[in-house]
């Protein structure tokens, strides 16, 4: 079975500090996919990035970044110097690994960037 | 490209009506999913298709709620009849399956359903 917990639910920080949302995972496979969607106050549901548990190298898109460790089964997220807009509920998610896998979501993490 | 188009936007309607939501994948997408978002369970999976066949319906709350997928250009989950309790978005998406891996889905814009 395939879970995954995002123990934070709220975060509400300062505009340009630093912020990051944790996402730990449980699956059998050894072979599987890690995902992070943002989920802005407009309600649609933005894809941000996809890993395969083969790639442990973190990555880094502009003021985005993410840490995946195998070994604690984390896929943390890092936004640097947070902006208003980064504002969202973000999710962690957990997929199989063939073509008929589904994705299995945390529940969310509702970050409050204030001016 | 259009992205993956649903249908209605929002819903309202009262317990005991039929409800039809409708959803249209990204063309060339070959796998379809349907996902109910409230604020106590967060983002469920209630069903998905691979090439118009379901292969998971595990997650759809009882029968009540069925879907189908006549084509690879068009599915519909309904409701009948709807209670109260069945209030949520639901989000279709889609993704191609053809690399045979796990791919990132693409979401719909939801249907906002209240049942008074």
């Known amino acids: 079975a395939q879970k995954v917990t995002q123990a934070q639910t709220e975060i509400s920080v300062v505009e340009k500090e630093d912020v990051t949302l944790d996402c730990v995972y449980e699956t059998r496979d050894t072979t599987y996919y890690l995902f992070w969607y943002k989920q802005p106050p407009s309600g649609e549901l933005v894809f941000l990035i996809r890993r395969n548990s083969f790639d442990e190298q973190n990555e880094i898109s502009g003021r985005y970044s993410w840490n995946f460790q195998k070994s604690t089964s984390s896929f943390n997220f890092t936004i640097t110097a947070s902006q208003v807009v980064d504002s969202a509920v973000y999710f962690c998610?957990?997929?199989?690994?063939?073509?008929?896998?589904?994705?299995?979501f945390g529940k969310g993490i509702t970050l409050s960037v204030r001016p | 490209d259009a992205g993956v188009i649903q249908s209605p936007r929002h819903e309202v309607t009262e317990m005991g009506q039929e409800v039809t939501l409708r959803c249209k994948p990204i063309s060339g997408h070959n796998s379809l999913f349907w996902y109910r978002q409230t604020m106590m369970r967060g983002l469920e999976l209630l069903i998905y298709f691979n090439n118009n066949v379901p292969i998971d319906d595990s997650g759809m709350p009882e029968d009540r709620f069925s879907a189908k997928m006549p084509n690879a250009s068009f599915s519909t989950l309904k409701i009948q009849p709807s209670e109260p309790r069945d209030s949520a978005v639901y989000f279709c998406?889609?993704?191609?399956?053809?690399?045979?891996?796990?791919?990132?889905?693409?979401f719909g814009s939801g249907t906002q359903l209240s049942v008074l």
């Open positions: 998610a957990l997929s199989g690994p063939g073509a008929n896998s589904k994705l299995t």
């Open positions: 998406a889609s993704r191609s399956t053809l690399r045979g891996i796990s791919e990132k889905l693409f």
